[in-house]
């Protein structure tokens, strides 16, 4: 999969981003938006990626359709994919997805849920080989909340053997669940509450914002995670040739200091750019094309 982002983005190279990929693959294909949380990064990525592949999207907000009356998931699920070719749905609730997947049939994609962002991943993990991080042994340190792109980086790394440090506050650490999964597939994985000993020799420093949308407890929760801020003291504990990752959008002076998010080592941007990359090469494989 990311060797085939890598080959497509570079067969790209001068070609206006509304054009379509020379093979078209998914030329004639119609995939589904479906939006129960608010979008930027995975809305556009997703509409991009289609359009490079030769497809086409629809969106389908819960705001302005069923819905939000209540039609069930099921029921949706049923309904759309007599009409169109797959579905991405970016929703709260992780069941839902669930749900979804057992009543449709097309492909289902996961464009997030509270407890995952396995579409984030693919687009860090291109990030980084195209800035020439070898993924295998590879050590990755997370500093913040136990959320779902911690989630998803600890499913990625079983599967691509690199270590991950995770520095949280007490009783912000990631589900059991996928730091078993990890450690199943080989994976170093620790869990500390001391940030500079996460960053120590470290390869990659991640975080994500603190406060997600619709929480109500921010100012304890930005109290908790007040010295896991990812800043230039923090940075000099890696290996000097270490990045910087952040799915955005930051809240900068929040999880990251501006001097860390506006220096040479943060690769945010590049890495926002290749959620097209990787969006295009995981609709192929949904669509059973790689």
Excluded: Y
Aim: charged share 25%; with cysteine.
């Amino acid at each position: 999969m990311l060797s085939d982002a890598i080959d497509r983005k570079a067969a790209r190279k001068g070609m206006p981003k509304g054009a379509a990929d020379k093979d078209a693959p998914l030329a004639g294909r119609v995939l589904a938006l479906v939006f129960e949380k608010n979008s930027t990064r995975t809305r556009v990525s997703f509409d991009i990626a289609m359009r490079q592949l030769g497809g086409s999207v629809l969106f389908v907000e819960a705001g302005s359709s069923q819905l939000d009356r209540g039609e069930s998931i099921a029921d949706t699920a049923r309904v759309l994919s007599r009409m169109v070719d797959g579905i991405m749905l970016r929703t709260d609730d992780h069941s839902r997805i669930e749900e979804m997947a057992r009543h449709s049939f097309v492909p289902i994609i996961n464009g997030l849920t509270k407890r995952s962002h396995p579409c984030q991943i693919v687009a860090d993990l291109l990030t980084l080989v195209e800035h020439g991080k070898a993924l295998p042994g590879l050590e990755i340190a997370w500093f913040g909340d136990g959320n779902n792109v911690l989630h998803s980086i600890l499913e990625a790394a079983g599967l691509f053997k690199f270590n991950v440090r995770v520095a949280v506050p007490s009783g912000f650490e990631p589900e059991a669940e996928f730091v078993e999964k990890a450690r199943a597939g080989g994976s170093s994985v620790i869990i500390t509450s001391d940030a500079e000993a996460a960053a120590l020799g470290a390869d990659v420093l991640v975080t994500d914002t603190w406060i997600s949308m619709g929480q109500t407890d921010a100012e304890e929760k930005r109290a908790a995670m007040k010295s896991f801020q990812v800043n230039a003291s923090l940075m000099r504990k890696a290996k000097p040739d270490a990045v910087f990752l952040h799915c955005l959008p930051a809240h900068v002076g929040d999880e990251v200091s501006e001097d860390v998010f506006e220096s040479e080592q943060s690769i945010v941007f590049d890495e926002a750019e290749n959620r097209i990359h990787a969006q295009k090469s995981i609709l192929l494989w949904a669509f059973g094309l790689l």
